[in-house]
């Protein structure tokens, strides 16, 4: 069971883990017109990974440390935090 203070941490990353999905969706849309039941999983996936060799869609409001989320913890919290 996580501790109230890794609990919280789990419950903001997945937070953050849902704006970040948001946007990738969101750029896949724009850049394939496909919505997501128009879509496979496997589609969707081969070009998110081309995206990481050759990324095309970027919100101009976004900062290159904002699309990466460069001062964000990243994966589970560490135990003993």
Do not use: Y
Not at 41 to 64: G, Y
């Amino acid at each position: 069971m996580p501790t109230p203070r890794n609990l919280k941490i789990m419950q903001e990353r997945h937070k953050i883990l849902h704006k970040t999905f948001d946007e990738l969706l969101a750029c896949f849309i724009n850049e394939t017109k496909k919505t997501p039941a128009e879509a496979t999983l496997e589609e969707f996936i081969q070009w998110s990974h081309a995206m990481t060799l050759n990324p095309t869609c970027a919100s101009d409001k976004n900062t290159e440390q904002d699309a990466t989320h460069d001062d964000e913890p990243v994966g589970p919290p560490r135990s003993g935090l």
